[in-house]
């Protein structure tokens, strides 16, 4: 059963940082490119980021770039997000997701992420 669990979410002052973490099983984690997206209150969907399978190549939405850094450790089966300088516009629902043929196709449940004073 192909599972993901993200976890580092809280409550973080603006400026601050945060690392949310993602660990997967099921499925040859090492083999598939991944994805962190997140949900703002009252909005869609937002992708954030991708990692290739080697995390080598990465890519960034510009709302992610220069603020937030995609990395994975293919030896403990986990994906990371490094968030710097954070924004109460960072508010959301942060979920790793992973990707085949261009799709993302298995999500998991998000880890809140709260940025407030």
């Known amino acids: 059963e192909v599972q993901l669990v993200e976890s580092g979410g809280g409550l973080v002052q603006p400026g601050g940082s945060l690392r949310l973490s993602c660990a997967a099983s099921?499925?040859?984690?090492?083999?598939?490119?991944m994805s962190w997206v997140r949900q703002a209150p009252g909005k869609g969907l937002e992708w954030l980021s991708d990692?290739?399978?080697?995390?080598?190549?990465?890519t960034y939405a510009d709302s992610a770039k220069g603020r937030f850094t995609i990395s994975r450790d293919n030896a403990k089966n986990t994906l990371y997000l490094q968030m710097n300088s954070l924004k109460p516009e960072d508010t959301a629902v942060y979920y790793c997701?992973?990707?085949?043929?261009?799709?993302?196709?298995?999500w998991g449940k998000g880890t809140l992420v709260t940025v407030s004073s």
């Open positions: 990692i290739n399978s080697g995390g080598v190549n990465t």
């Open positions: 997701a992973s990707r085949r043929d261009g799709a993302m196709d298995y």
């Open positions: 099921g499925f040859t984690f090492s083999s598939i490119r």
